[in-house]
């Protein structure tokens, strides 16, 4: 994602004010109920429930309280570990170590994967969760692991606890939060002799949302390419220093990370606190946040906590991922509110979602007045589910989900479709995709055949009140009778926030009934129907 | 990137399809003619991923102080005005350019500006370190004449696209695009998971198409517009594409399995470009930052496959050329090269100036175009002769990946100075033209 700084510095470039004031953007918000939708899946990755949709119709200023109790749902915590993964793209489906380095079997490799890069975003989750100062995630002394997680590293996970918890390494690590979890340093690796500069280049990158990588490496053809050439050059050359007397002093902090050898699982798992202090003497720096010196780890955890471009970039990052698009300098007011209500509740992540949510750019639905084609193509008037919010709604409707070999499909790559549906790979897809391409078509499509099957056959046989989406009708139900219609009508808006008109019930009514004529099986008929409104644009869109 | 809306033919085709016709039954759909355009040229690129070493082949740097060459008895070899680095333990590349060298151009000095492997794949295939840029395949499959169901093909290899690229369709690391399609992507799921008949799928179809339709059709101009008209577009694609499941699912993953696969995709008409990565000997990646010398095997496998494939490309009739080899454009390429001088570990770190190697349609072949400095650096050359120039006096430049995308995108019959600028000169000495 392009910086804001960049982003700003384009927007001032030189055109003249045309002579004529043009007519002012008017963003048209959502209906409520549909805006409640787009709050719940970008909040909670679920829909609402029909009671929320029934009360925001009935009075649409429950909204505000209907969205600050989604920021207290159990669901939202689960929620930012994906909305961080889009941003620092830790789950990633291959590491230096591997599942088969520890013992564990092939059907052990996606749970393997996804806690090795779940660690930290999981930490970041539960401060926003638990509404911490979001400085937190640089400075606490705990990480979060799960049962499998604690088995692989030294960490003292809370005895007879289950799932991801609270938990301390016991290897003498700086209290850095995610700077200190083996997450973050096995996804942005570093091999010896790069002595953490690739780290330092993406702790810039998530914390302060500095991208020294767009900068060129660039060569001084009169100096000899030799090892120490390249390092005294690091050194003295000021086509290097622009950047590295940024990158030395940080990637000194970095040592009690790094490895001596690139791929030994053991010496990874581990932090070796022994080799904290070779930093500075193998770089010939003394350790420093841009200038100022920092005691270690923790106390670069410290340094970029007090830095104000930290909370800028905390606001792009939650903005970005609520937009679904890059921040511009249009989004302005939206990002400094966000800012400030951040600032002044004690770096509340929770009260920058309430700021970004309550931004009519986070609303619109529509444009009016003066709108221009870079407007047209920028306000996300409607954004579309990527594989990651397919799995979470669906988990959330109806326990649904798809695996295969052990690995949930919708969130892996390599036998999966995470990628193939828009989602974050954390290497040639660095944002969600919002284009609706022939893959993430034909996921979505699968998915839903599949699960308005499970559904069908579920809830047609479920006792009273067990039902998850079909609890007005059952298999001997027929179009005559009232409750068809009615459960045509709870159907639309349950999963498309729509209330339907009389022709669009009368179309899904004839659907049924084609689809009852094929099959002769009243199951394959409602199947029919819920995979219709599941594949729906209204559906997939939000 | 915006895509042409479906073409009369096209959607006159789409309309007839009964309305029965689901993507479960497609797989037994006759395939439209060719769909690639006459004279459009495809591209096939290969992707060598961890960083290459130039001195095993490209970089014949047998008297420079600073480069350590392959201890095998590396030694110069030549055909013509095409040299290389010839070692006995790497046969394969001496018997690619005696067969193929006239089809071959050598592109040396190629400064990538960046040393980390992400940022590097993402400079070499799209000319720019900007993390929202979109991948040359991608724009060029996207400019095709006509619209193709699968512009660019993602067999193995990075893509990039931003937020709104459209038509880079990703077959999955095990083939996950053909299960999709028919419908055998349930098999094996836990919990089972059972499909509809094709009867009820096409009814099904149908009343999608038929709201996607309406939605883009009444959605305002805009990001709305995009996305319903994209859901549209993409359900029409599915049912072109379901026709061609049998070049979809390669029959197998490794390299050449891939590269040949990618040939029946592009012979067919059915993508304008596709990637393939090649990851070297035991698919450990060529990022060796100890014990170099692991390249030979897989610069040996490597120039094996691309005999095989250029035996194909060559051999197999065209569409609007003799052969396939005058019609796609080979690219072969690793994101970086390597330091030239041996580490501790006998390994070579990453290096910012690299080798690309050219095949095929549109290409001078023969030849090595650009140079590397005795530093080991880009040396400038000017780009509609090749010349070299040194101290740059007479305007050259050292070769940018951003020239080798404005290349292509000429080769492709775009405007190069659309995408890059008008000071991004395409490499013509490259080109057979």
Not at chain 1, 471 to 481: L, N
Not at chain 2, 119 to 143: E, H, K, M, N, V
Request: net charge negative; glycine share 8%; with cysteine.
């Amino acid at each position: 994602m392009k910086p804001l700084l960049l982003t700003l510095l384009l927007a001032c470039g030189g055109e003249s004010p045309p002579a004529a004031a043009p007519a002012p953007l008017v963003r048209e918000p959502l209906d409520p109920p549909r805006l409640l939708r787009r709050m719940s899946l970008d909040l909670r990755g679920a829909l609402p429930s029909i009671d929320e949709l029934d009360a925001v119709e009935a009075d649409p200023s429950q909204l505000g309280a209907l969205r600050d109790a989604m920021l207290d749902d159990p669901r939202f915590e689960e929620r930012m570990v994906v909305l961080y993964q889009e941003r620092w793209r830790t789950q990633t489906d291959e590491y230096r170590g591997m599942y088969y380095d520890f013992g564990l079997e092939m059907t052990d490799e996606y749970e393997f994967l996804r806690a090795i890069g779940g660690e930290p975003l999981r930490l970041a989750a539960r401060v926003v969760a638990s509404d911490r100062p979001y400085s937190d995630i640089l400075t606490v002394d705990w990480t979060m692991a799960n049962p499998l997680l604690a088995s692989l590293f030294p960490i003292d996970y809370p005895d007879g606890a289950t799932g991801w918890q609270e938990a301390r390494y016991t290897d003498g690590r700086p209290a850095a939060g995610v700077l200190s979890t083996n997450g973050l340093w096995w996804r942005y690796v570093s091999p010896i002799f790069n002595y953490n500069r690739a780290r330092t280049a993406a702790i810039l990158d998530l914390f302060v949302c500095q991208d020294i990588l767009t900068r060129p490496v660039l060569l001084d053809t009169a100096l000899a390419p030799t090892a120490a050439g390249a390092e005294e050059a690091i050194r003295s050359q000021d086509v290097c220093l622009s950047c590295h007397a940024t990158v030395e002093p940080i990637s000194a902090t970095l040592f009690g990370f790094l490895p001596e050898d690139d791929f030994s699982a053991l010496e990874m798992t581990r932090y070796h606190p022994e080799r904290e202090r070779a930093g500075e003497s193998t770089l010939g720096v003394q350790a420093a946040w841009y200038g100022q010196p920092v005691d270690g780890l923790a106390g670069l955890g410290q340094a970029i906590a007090r830095d104000g471009r930290f909370v800028d970039c905390a606001v792009e990052t939650a903005a970005q991922g609520l937009l679904r698009r890059d921040v511009a300098a249009e989004d302005g007011p939206l990002l400094r509110e966000a800012r400030e209500a951040m600032v002044q509740s004690d770096l509340s992540m929770k009260a920058a979602l309430r700021a970004i949510t309550d931004s009519p750019i986070y609303q619109v639905g529509a444009l009016s007045g003066g709108v221009t084609a870079a407007d047209a193509a920028r306000e996300s008037t409607a954004r579309i589910l990527v594989a990651t919010q397919l799995r979470s709604v669906y988990a959330d409707l109806s326990g649904y989900s798809w695996r295969r070999f052990g690995a949930d499909l919708l969130d892996s790559d390599s036998g999966g479709y995470r990628v193939m549906a828009n989602g974050v790979d954390g290497e040639s897809l660095s944002d969600p995709l919002q284009a609706p391409g022939l893959t993430w078509a034909l996921v979505a499509g699968r998915v839903a055949q599949t699960a308005a099957r499970d559904i069908a056959l579920h809830d047609l046989a479920a006792p009273a009140g067990e039902a998850f989406l079909l609890d007005q009708v059952d298999a001997g139900s027929t179009p005559a009778d009232p409750a068809f219609r009615e459960q045509i009508a709870a159907l639309h808006w349950r999963l498309l926030a729509k209330r339907p008109s009389e022709a669009t019930i009368d179309a899904l009514a004839a659907l049924w009934n084609e689809a009852y004529g094929l099959s002769n099986n009243p199951t394959e008929a409602w199947a029919t129907v819920l995979s219709a409104l599941l594949r729906d644009p209204a559906f997939l869109a939000y | 990137m915006n895509r042409r809306p479906l073409s009369a033919s096209r959607r006159d085709l789409l309309r007839l399809l009964p309305a029965g016709l689901g993507v479960g039954l497609l797989g037994g759909l006759a395939r439209p003619s060719r769909a690639a355009a006459e004279g459009e040229r495809r591209f096939l690129f290969i992707f060598a991923d961890g960083g290459w070493d130039p001195a095993f082949v490209f970089h014949t740097a047998f008297d420079s102080p600073y480069v350590d060459m392959p201890p095998d008895g590396a030694e110069l070899a030549e055909v013509g005005d095409l040299r290389w680095v010839s070692g006995p333990t790497r046969p394969n590349v001496d018997a690619f350019f005696t067969r193929f060298g006239d089809r071959a151009a050598i592109l040396n000095g190629v400064e990538v500006r960046s040393i980390a492997h992400e940022r590097c794949r993402r400079i070499l295939l799209t000319g720019s370190s900007d993390p929202d840029s979109t991948d040359i395949p991608s724009q060029i499959g996207a400019a095709s004449a006509q619209r193709l169901p699968l512009s660019h093909v993602v067999i193995s290899g990075p893509a990039f696209q931003n937020a709104t690229s459209e038509g880079v369709v990703r077959i999955g690391q095990r083939g996950q695009l053909a299960g999709l399609l028919s419908g055998s992507c349930v098999e094996g799921s836990e919990p089972i998971h059972t499909l509809p008949s094709p009867s009820l799928v096409a009814l099904e179809d149908a009343y999608v198409r038929a709201r996607a339709q309406s939605l883009a059709q009444s959605a305002q101009a805009g990001v709305s517009a995009r996305i319903h008209q994209g859901y549209a577009d993409a359900l029409a694609d599915i049912e072109a594409a379901a026709a061609y499941q049998d070049v979809l699912n390669p029959s197998g993953s490794d390299s050449l399995s891939q590269l040949l696969g990618a040939v029946d995709l592009l012979e067919a008409g059915v993508a304008r470009c596709a990637i393939v990565a090649d990851l070297g000997l035991f698919n450990g990646r060529w990022d060796h930052h100890s014990e170099i010398t692991r390249q030979t095997p897989s610069f040996q496998g490597l120039f094996g496959n691309l005999s095989t494939l250029m035996e194909r490309l060559t051999t197999t009739p065209g569409t609007w050329g003799p052969t396939l080899a005058d019609e796609i454009t080979v690219v072969v390429f690793s994101e970086m090269g390597r330091y030239p001088s041996l580490n501790q570990s006998m390994g070579k770190d990453h290096w910012m100036t690299t080798s690309m190697l050219f095949l095929g349609g549109g290409i001078r072949g023969g030849q090595v175009v650009g140079a590397y400095s005795e530093t080991v650096a880009g040396t400038p050359l000017i780009p509609e002769t090749g010349e070299l120039d040194p101290d740059g006096s007479r305007g050259g430049q050292v070769p940018q990946p951003s020239q080798v995308g404005a290349t292509l995108m000429h080769l492709a019959g775009m405007d190069p100075a659309e995408a890059f600028g008008a000071d991004t000169p395409p490499l013509l000495a490259l080109l057979d033209e």
